[in-house]
């Protein structure tokens, strides 16, 4: 599971009262915010030296590396790897690829050819593997990588300073990024990132010498050794890596967000497959609202045509080999391969200034059935061909870096002047964007950015738990935010001190934007997307986030932070109350039903831990920097830790775990092979349970268990079991099963209570004709519920949007609540999970 907040030094002092008072430090839910190499850190009232971070791998990527004589270390950066254990069992040999257990000794044999290669561990997957970061270039003393150091700060920091600055244009090593192999059984990027690097060590050509002279060559070797060696998409966690950008859940995510913040590349190609011929972004509509789409799409077609003519170069063919010519979305397609959300490595990337930036997707498919059934030789055919192609991209990305590079840095420097200034963005049309073919209206993609957001301070904020987090994430993405020393008005409203200020007007505003706005309902743009349409951590992350359209901030006293300032409590004497609003709340209560502490639920469903258990309250209000307050409150209902039987998706089984809830996965085959339910106190289905593939002996354990117990059902799979147990008489309403994003809702019973007035869908459902005892929990809102993201009714007019407003989306009795939005999607909507939390409690006492 994910570390939660992690624990800092607390001071508990006894005053001369014998009350006790917590001197709160801070700490954040990610790693300590970014500190870029060779740079200081502007440390603000939330910071402190005591801070830990989530993963100590990571900071060394943010950390200055030293030499003997503590400067800054240049480069090379050598280091010899200790092997891994040798692994037959690793699905990439098959291919005859490099398997995962051989790439630590060939790394050691690449920084024995020369000068030129440097190899670090960029962090850890979440099954223990090591990530390696490689990064090839001319040698630099200290002194010339302190000068690479100061002037990618100010390109960032200072853009107009830097676009004026002559050592920028003439000595600045532009930052080429490859990424390879973050879904698993996608092998080949590996294998040709090798081969480029091998190359690129021993060639003697002064074209290779200039290259390397001006630019620095990053390869993440392979973003996601667990699947690599397991043969899976997906990590050891379950998760689709190429999805969690946004959130940030996963290590190898958090490894690759932490690359692109230290190393600002300006061009990155992230190698996929499989589609053939070789798919070569840049997308098809609609394009994310936040980028400086005219500057992206200009370099990122640019080096997609260079890229087609470097595959087809290759001369394979479809007769001879199967392979298919290369394709370009952008000029290739109308709709369905898009680059809207900023879940996908090229997409996310834009953000901290990509400029040109791409998926790749290889030809000729290796892995899932074509793996089970294909003869090795042919397997191996396919293979070598994939990674060619793969070597060709990145061949071709190369010679457009370096024919490029004063222009692509020139367009990083003006993303971030935009941002900076509050510089408009300009639309893509023949015009801006001249030399890209086919630019229409359909392209069009802008955004109204506000003047800052602000996240509250004091009785107008939510949850202090929630903000805190939200603070620290947006600080982990390399965004700015300030915290105000005093009261403040802006824009008519008043803000306690205390109160955080995102200031849109800096380099990473598109970054900012994106995770705190509304977002947009695109329905009526296209008919179809390729993966989710809306998200806003502003909305769904549990916190108070309010926009500020106009105005000045020079009369806001504000101080610029490293941390959220910890608001971790604990009242110094009775009973104490924790309230369950909060994901971290939840796991604080598990957690002390763990340790064997007598807790009662009150009837508002705040959790009452008796004084006795002060102590451990204590550790973790730090833990988790949560509040146990004071309460006078007695009786209520005890608690006792919550077994939960769990048929439902990786997303939420992480979710479940990083709540503390002990749990134990089940599904359909599990189930049938013998299950014992007397450890268990509730069934949450929402995946891989399917009522009518248990056998006869199966079917009756699971209806005695649910006849006592309970069921959490969510999606369809749990409406079906749910219509097959008889637990609950409602009718579920499918909606369009594409459909997704933030919804409006109204929330009007107790397990709804203090949640947020929206959520998350994903094929959503409703539920009507309800039955005697049936409890409406929460509704869709009213008019059209959908905020942003792609929800259309189907052709027969059924299934939209207005056809589920004002209908039950989550309802309850008395042994089954059902879900019929996604409160758990991809361990995303943090603000959404304790409705789940809730429950399962409430069904499991």
Not at 174 to 196: K, M, Q, R, S, Y
Not at 606 to 618: E, H, L, Y
Not at 833 to 845: D, E, G, I, K
């Given at each position: 599971?994910?570390l939660?907040r ?7 002092i006894?005053l ?5 008072l917590?001197?709160?430090q801070s700490?954040t839910?990610?790693r ?8 200081g850190?502007?440390n603000?009232?939330?910071?402190s030296?005591a801070r830990?971070?989530?993963?100590a791998?990571l ?5 200055p590396?030293?030499d ?11 280091q010899v790897?200790?092997?891994?254990p040798?692994?037959p069992?690793?699905?990439s040999i098959?291919?005859g ?5 051989a790439?630590?000794?060939?790394l ?7 000068n ?20 090839v270039?001319?040698?630099e003393?200290s002194?010339?990588t ?13 853009p ?6 002559p ?7 532009t930052?080429v990024?490859f ?5 698993g059984n996608?092998?080949e990027g590996t294998?040709?990132a ?10 003697k ?6 290259l390397l002279a001006?630019s620095?060559?990053?390869f993440?070797?392979?973003a996601?050794p667990?699947?690599r ?9 379950g ?5 969690d950008?946004?959130?940030a859940?996963?290590?190898?995510a958090?490894a690759?967000?932490q690359i692109?913040i230290?190393?600002q ?5 992230d ?8 798919l ?14 005219d500057?992206?799409?200009?370099n990122t ?15 394979y063919t479809?007769?001879?080999?199967g ?5 370009i979305?952008f000029?290739?397609q ?8 900023p879940?996908?490595?090229?997409q ?9 930036a ?8 290796v ?7 294909l003869?090795v ?13 793969a ?6 990305t ?11 840095i020139?367009d990083?420097i003006?993303v971030f ?15 801006t964007?001249p030399?890209?073919?086919g ?8 955004t ?5 957001y602000?996240?509250?301070?004091g009785a107008?904020q939510?949850?202090a738990?929630a ?7 947006l ?17 008519g409203?008043?803000?306690?001190k205390g109160?955080y200020?995102v ?7 598109g970054?900012a934007?994106v995770m705190l706005a509304d977002?947009t ?5 296209v ?5 989710i349409?809306?998200w806003s951590?502003g ?12 105005g000045s901030l020079?009369?806001v006293?504000?101080?610029?932070v490293?941390?959220?300032t910890?608001v971790?409590?604990?009242?110094p004497r009775?009973?104490?109350r924790?309230?369950?609003d909060?994901?971290?709340?939840i796991?604080?209560l ?7 502490v ?5 009837a ?11 102590a ?18 007695t009786?209520g209902?005890p ?6 039987a769990a ?11 990083e709540?503390?809830f002990d749990?134990?996965?089940?599904s ?6 013998g299950?014992d339910?007397?450890g ?8 891989g349970l399917n ?5 006869t ?8 268990f649910?006849?006592?117990h ?13 219509a097959?147990?008889g637990?609950?008489?409602v009718?579920?309403?499918?909606g369009?099963g594409d459909?997704?994003g933030?919804?409006r ?5 107790a397990?709804?209570t ?6 998350f869908?994903?094929a ?6 309800l039955g ?9 809102a009213t ?7 792609h929800?259309?009714?189907l052709?027969d007019?059924?299934?939209g949007?207005?056809?589920a407003?004002?209908?039950?989306s989550?309802?309850?009795g ?5 879900f019929?939005?996604?409160p758990l ?9 304790p ?6 409690l409430?069904?499991a006492?």
């Amino acid at each position: 599971m994910r570390l939660p907040r992690p624990v800092l030094t607390a001071t508990v002092i006894a005053l001369a009262t014998g009350s006790l008072l917590l001197t709160p430090q801070s700490a954040t839910a990610d790693r300590k915010p970014p500190v870029r190499e060779g740079s200081g850190q502007e440390n603000g009232q939330g910071s402190s030296a005591a801070r830990n971070s989530a993963s100590a791998a990571l900071n060394a990527l943010a950390t200055p590396v030293t030499d003997l004589s503590g400067s800054t270390a240049g480069y090379p950066r050598e280091q010899v790897l200790t092997p891994d254990p040798e692994n037959p069992a690793d699905k990439s040999i098959k291919l005859g690829l490099t398997p995962y257990h051989a790439i630590a000794p060939k790394l050691n044999a690449l920084q024995e050819l020369g000068n030129r290669v440097s190899v670090e561990v960029a962090g850890e997957s979440a099954g223990g593997h090591r990530l390696y970061l490689v990064t090839v270039t001319a040698p630099e003393s200290s002194r010339e990588t302190r000068a690479q150091d100061r002037m990618r700060e100010l390109i960032e920091n200072a853009p107009q300073a830097a676009a004026k600055d002559p050592a920028v244009k003439k000595t600045y090593k532009t930052p080429v990024f490859f990424n390879n192999n973050i879904h698993g059984n996608e092998w080949e990027g590996t294998d040709a990132a090798l081969g480029l690097i091998e190359q690129l060590a021993t060639a003697k050509d002064t074209k290779t010498a200039d290259l390397l002279a001006h630019s620095r060559l990053y390869f993440n070797i392979t973003a996601n050794p667990d699947g690599r060696i397991a043969g899976t998409r997906a990590n050891a966690n379950g998760f689709d890596l190429n999805r969690d950008f946004i959130t940030a859940s996963q290590p190898e995510a958090r490894a690759m967000r932490q690359i692109g913040i230290d190393k600002q590349p300006a061009v990155m190609v992230d190698l996929h497959g499989y589609v053939n011929g070789t798919l070569i972004e840049p997308t098809t509509p609609p394009h994310g609202e936040n980028y400086e789409y005219d500057l992206f799409l200009k370099n990122t077609y640019a080096n997609a045509l260079g890229m087609e003519a470097a595959v087809n170069g290759l001369g394979y063919t479809p007769a001879k080999d199967g392979v298919d010519p290369a394709q370009i979305p952008f000029r290739d397609q109308e709709e369905g391969w898009d680059d809207w959300p900023p879940i996908f490595t090229p997409q996310y990337a834009a953000f901290h200034g990509t400029v040109a930036a791409h998926t790749v997707e290889i030809p000729l498919q290796v892995n899932n059935a074509a793996y089970e059934s294909l003869p090795v030789a042919e397997l191996k055919r396919r293979s070598a061909i994939n990674v060619d192609v793969a070597g060709a991209a990145m061949r071709a990305t190369l010679n457009f870096a370096q024919e490029h590079r004063t222009s692509l840095i020139a367009d990083q420097i003006e993303v971030f002047r935009r941002g900076v200034t509050g510089a408009a963005q300009v639309p893509v049309s023949a015009e801006t964007v001249p030399g890209v073919p086919g630019i229409g209206p359909e392209d069009v993609y802008t955004t109204e950015f506000p003047r800052a957001y602000v996240i509250p301070a004091g009785a107008t904020q939510r949850s202090a738990t929630a903000a805190a987090r939200l603070v620290d994430h947006l600080l982990a993405n390399d965004v700015r935010v300030s915290r105000a020393t005093g009261g403040f008005r802006l824009a008519g409203r008043s803000y306690p001190k205390g109160s955080y200020v995102v200031d849109l007007r800096q380099a990473k505003r598109g970054m900012a934007n994106v995770m705190l706005a509304d977002g947009t309902d695109i329905s009526d743009k296209v008919s179809v997307m390729y993966d989710i349409s809306g998200w806003s951590l502003g909305r769904l992350w549990g916190a108070t986030v309010t926009p500020v359209r106009s105005g000045s901030l020079s009369a806001v006293p504000l101080r610029t932070v490293g941390a959220a300032t910890d608001v971790g409590y604990v009242a110094p004497r009775g009973d104490l109350r924790l309230r369950l609003d909060d994901p971290q709340e939840i796991a604080a209560l598990n957690s002390l039903l763990k340790q064997g502490v007598s807790v009662r639920q009150a009837a508002d469903g705040s959790a009452i831990v008796p004084g006795s258990a002060r102590a451990k309250a204590v550790v973790l209000a730090r833990e988790y920097d949560v509040a146990f307050d004071a309460t006078k409150v007695t009786g209520g209902t005890p608690l006792r830790l919550t077994r939960v039987a769990a048929a439902v998706t990786p997303g939420e089984l992480f979710a479940l775990r990083e709540m503390n809830f002990d749990v134990v996965p089940v599904s359909t085959g599990i189930l049938n092979a013998g299950f014992d339910w007397s450890g268990a106190d509730v069934l949450f289905a929402s995946s891989g349970l399917n009522h009518a593939g248990l056998n006869t002996a199966t079917r009756a354990a699971l209806g005695a268990f649910l006849g006592t117990h309970g069921l959490v059902g969510r999606g369809a799979t749990g409406v079906a079991l749910n219509a097959a147990t008889g637990l609950l008489a409602v009718q579920p309403v499918a909606g369009d099963g594409d459909a997704n994003g933030v919804v409006r809702v109204a929330n009007s019973g107790a397990l709804t209570t203090g949640a947020p007035d929206h959520s998350f869908v994903y094929a959503p459902l409703w539920f009507t004709d309800l039955g005697p005892g049936v409890r409406v929990e929460q509704s869709y809102a009213t008019g059209n519920p959908l905020v942003s993201g792609h929800w259309r009714p189907l052709a027969d007019g059924t299934a939209g949007p207005t056809a589920a407003a004002g209908q039950a989306s989550v309802v309850s009795g008395p042994h089954a609540v059902l879900f019929g939005t996604e409160p758990l999607f991809r361990d995303h909507p943090k603000g959404e999970f304790p409705q789940v939390a809730r429950a399962l409690l409430a069904l499991a006492h």
